[in-house]
Antibody
Framework: EVQLLESGGNLVQSGGSLRLSCAAS????????MSWVRQAPGKGLEWVSA????????YYADSVKGRFTISRDNSKNTLYLQMDSLRAEDTAIYYC??????????????WGQGTLVTVSS | QSALTQPASVSGSPGQSITISCTGT?????????VSWYQHHPGKVPKLMIY???KRPSGVSNRFSGSKSGSTASLTISALQAEDEADYYC???????????FGGGTKLTVL
């Protein structure tokens, strides 16, 4: 059974940092691209970042470029999102999601339960 | 880049069919056959319903179908059921410096 378990969400002050983790199991983690998607309170889904299966290529939304860093450790089956210079508008539930290919094909077939990040101003 | 354009809400009665549109540009929906649709019940995890414009993942009802014409993708749900009431989001690969873009979401109400 595929499982994605996010952790690391917390209350942090504006300008602070957080590191989210997503522990994967039930599939060959190193074979699939992964993404982070967030949902701010009362808002829709927003793509944040993605990384290819090997980790060689990373992609970011303009809203987080230069502040967030996505990475993965295929030996630990874990996806990360380092979040720096946090702003109030980064407040959201952050989901990790598995793509169905080694590259980005926006077919996210499994999602974690999400972890809440709250940035206080 | 702005989100893909979806109607804020649609509604239908049980047994009817509804269609949700998703309008992008020649840089995203119009340029790639990498459009997906997600069903999201509040408080639950988003679920992939359609990928690559019209493909259905295993386990998704054949009442759900997807299509695309030019820069507009569509999700059709036939024989509406109460359990279909949820938020629906389209998503497209956009390449360039945008990469991935979601629609604003559509709230489906089953009357």
């Amino acid at each position: 059974e595929v499982q994605l378990l996010e952790s690391g969400g917390n209350l942090v002050q504006s300008g602070g940092s957080l590191r989210l983790s997503c522990a994967a199991s039930g599939f060959t983690f190193s074979s699939y691209a992964m993404s982070w998607v967030r949902q701010a309170p009362g808002k829709g889904l927003e793509w944040v970042s993605a990384i290819t299966a090997s980790g060689a290529s990373t992609y970011y939304a303009d809203s987080v470029k230069g502040r967030f860093t996505i990475s993965r450790d295929n030996s630990k089956n874990t996806l990360y999102l380092q979040m720096d210079s946090l702003r109030a508008e980064d407040t959201a539930i952050y989901y990790c999601a598995k793509d169905s290919h080694s590259g980005i094909v926006v077919a996210n077939d499994y999602w974690g339960q999400g972890t809440l990040v709250t940035v206080s101003s | 880049q702005s989100a893909l354009t979806q109607p804020a809400s649609v509604s239908g009665s049980p047994g009817q069919s509804i269609t949700i549109s998703c309008t992008g540009t020649s840089s995203d929906v119009g340029n790639y056959n990498l459009v997906s649709w997600y069903q999201h019940h509040p408080g639950k995890v988003p679920k992939l319903m359609i990928y690559e414009v019209s493909k259905r993942p295993s386990g998704v009802s054949n009442r759900f179908s997807g299509s695309k014409s030019g820069s507009t993708a569509s999700l059709t749900i036939s024989a509406l059921q109460a359990e279909d009431e949820a938020d629906y989001y389209c998503c497209s690969y956009a390449g360039g410096s945008t990469y991935v873009i979601f629609g604003g979401g559509t709230k489906l109400t089953v009357l």
